[in-house]
C-alpha cells in the first residue's frame, strides 16, 4: 500500500459522508438500530473512511445475518474476512 493510500484510508470521514453513511446504515431490524446508533454515538467524530467502508459492507447483509455478528452467533467469513470489516465489526460488539 501507498503511503497515499494509507493517508485516504486512515483520513476522518467528512460531515456529508457521515451523514450518507448514517443513512446507509438504517435497518430494519430494531436490535441492530441499537448496536448501531451506539457505534455512531461513540465513534462518529473519529470515524475514518477505512472503518466507513467496512460498515458499508456490513450494511450489506441481511438484517438477521447482521444480528448474527452483532451477538457473536457468527464470525465473519468469506467476503466479510476483511481488515477494515473486522475492525468495524469489534467496535460495534462492544458492550453498552
Do not use: Y
Not at 500500500?1 to 460531515?15: C, G, H, N
Not at 451523514?19 to 431490524?29: M, P, Q, T
Not at 430494531?30 to 459492507?57: P, Y
Amino acid at each position: 500500500m501507498t503511503a497515499s493510500a494509507v493517508d485516504a484510508s486512515s483520513a476522518l470521514l467528512d460531515e456529508r459522508g457521515l451523514s450518507k453513511l448514517r443513512w446507509r446504515c438504517r435497518r430494519g431490524l430494531l436490535e441492530n438500530d441499537l448496536f448501531i446508533e451506539r457505534f455512531f454515538d461513540r465513534h462518529a467524530s473519529s470515524l475514518t473512511e477505512f472503518q466507513a467502508e467496512g460498515l458499508r459492507v456490513l450494511m450489506d447483509l441481511s438484517d438477521n445475518d447482521l444480528l448474527d455478528l452483532f451477538l457473536r452467533r457468527k464470525e465473519p467469513e468469506g467476503e466479510l474476512m476483511r481488515p477494515d470489516v473486522v475492525e468495524v465489526l469489534s467496535l460495534l460488539r462492544v458492550p453498552a
